[in-house]
Nanobody, 124 residues
């Protein structure tokens, strides 16, 4: 079992920035693929960004390309989501996800573990 813990959510004005972090305090995940998803009330959870174990390959939803950046520090076992130029439509609960398969592209599904989420609210 891997418990993922997200942090960094909050309230920000449109055009602002936030950086989300995801860690697994009790389990290193250096060799796992990671990703971020988001969900708003009444809608299905949607893919935001993914990164393979090495950190070299990244994938993004079209809606966030050029604004969001996913990265990881395998020494510290932390995955980040840097969110710039935020829009009100980015408001959602953001979830960290992990696949035990190092080369799993989480934009194609298949997460094994999920965090509990962190709320991001972007005001207009």
């Amino acid at each position: 079992q891997v418990q993922l813990v997200e942090s960094g959510g909050g309230l920000v004005q449109a055009g602002g920035s936030l950086r989300l972090s995801c860690g697994a305090p009790e389990r290193p995940f250096s060799y796992f693929a990671m990703g971020w998803f988001r969900q708003t009330p009444g809608k299905a959870r949607e893919f935001v960004a993914a990164i393979l174990w090495s950190g070299i390959s990244t994938y993004y939803a079209d809606s966030v390309k050029g604004r969001f950046t996913i990265s990881r520090n395998n020494t510290k076992d932390i995955v980040y989501l840097q969110m710039n130029s935020l829009k009100p439509e980015d408001t959602a609960v953001y979830y960290c996800a992990l696949s035990r398969t190092p080369l799993k592209r989480l934009d194609l599904g298949g997460a094994d573990y999920w965090g509990k989420g962190t709320l991001v609210t972007v005001s207009s």
